[in-house]
């Protein structure tokens, strides 16, 4: 059974400080990675991808993987109050792009 | 301009009732999903639908009936609803899913009472 796996949280960093979360997943296969944000009683939406090892920008989010190790990261710099929300890492396996295995979610609270 | 669009957003039934989900995407992907999440807020793949076909069937009940028209609308039937299907249902649909990943359409709380 393909997994992702994440720390369930919650996460809890002050205002402006960077908040790190990480997910391992056991798909060697699996060529690219996905972040999404999840406010409560919302959907997820999509904040960053990453395809090659090493560390991607956007803003103030990084995003960081690891294929040897297996490991995604995703950092936020200058967190904000509105940053508060589930995080969710996410793996299309290989097998054609159809099927993509969510982690549980990392809870991240900012508290201001 | 809703991207993803489903319908409805609750729905609040009996047991042993049957319903059915709508879900359209105007963005021009080929490949449409069901996806359920759960009260620890798991999300786990249902369906994956290519052009129209079924690609992945993820040893959902077979009460649960996926339905695609066309590559744009994904709808969701399901028979003899139980409480235990009591969730979010999410439709999502990409394009090249590896380089862009997934847009989400709103969601439709079912609960089963």
């Known amino acids: 059974q393909k997994e992702v796996e994440q720390n369930s949280g919650p996460l809890s960093v002050p205002e402006g400080a960077i908040a790190s979360l990480n997910c391992t997943y056991s798909?060697?296969?699996?060529?690219?990675f996905f972040w999404y944000r999840q406010y409560s009683g919302k959907s997820p939406e999509l904040i960053m991808s990453?395809?090659?090892?090493g560390d991607k920008e956007d803003g103030r989010f990084t995003a960081q993987l690891n294929k040897a190790s297996q490991y995604v990261s995703l950092l936020i710099r200058d967190s904000q109050p509105s940053d508060s929300a589930t995080y969710l890492c996410?793996?299309?396996?290989?097998?054609?792009?159809?099927?993509?295995?969510f982690g549980a979610g990392t809870r991240l609270f900012v508290k201001a | 301009d809703t991207a993803v669009s489903q319908t409805p957003k609750y729905l609040v039934t009996q047991m042993g009732n049957d319903k059915s989900i709508k879900c359209e995407q105007n963005?021009?992907?080929?490949?449409m999903y069901w996806y359920k999440q759960d009260s620890k807020k798991f999300l786990k793949i249902m369906f994956s639908?290519?052009?129209?076909?079924?690609?992945i069937n993820e040893t959902v009940p077979n009460r649960f009936s996926p339905k695609s028209p066309d590559k744009a609308h994904l709808n969701l039937h399901i028979n003899s609803l139980e409480l235990g299907d009591s969730a979010v249902y999410f439709c999502?649909?990409?394009?090249?899913?590896?380089?862009?990943?997934?847009?989400f359409g709103s969601g439709t709380r079912l609960t089963v009472v």
């Open positions: 990453i395809y090659s090892n």
């Open positions: 996410a793996a299309p396996l290989n097998t054609g792009g159809f099927k993509t295995i």
């Open positions: 999502a649909s990409s394009q090249a899913i590896r380089d862009y990943g997934y847009t």
């Open positions: 798909d060697r296969g699996s060529q690219s």
């Open positions: 963005l021009g992907h080929d490949t």
């Open positions: 639908y290519n052009n129209k076909e079924l690609i």
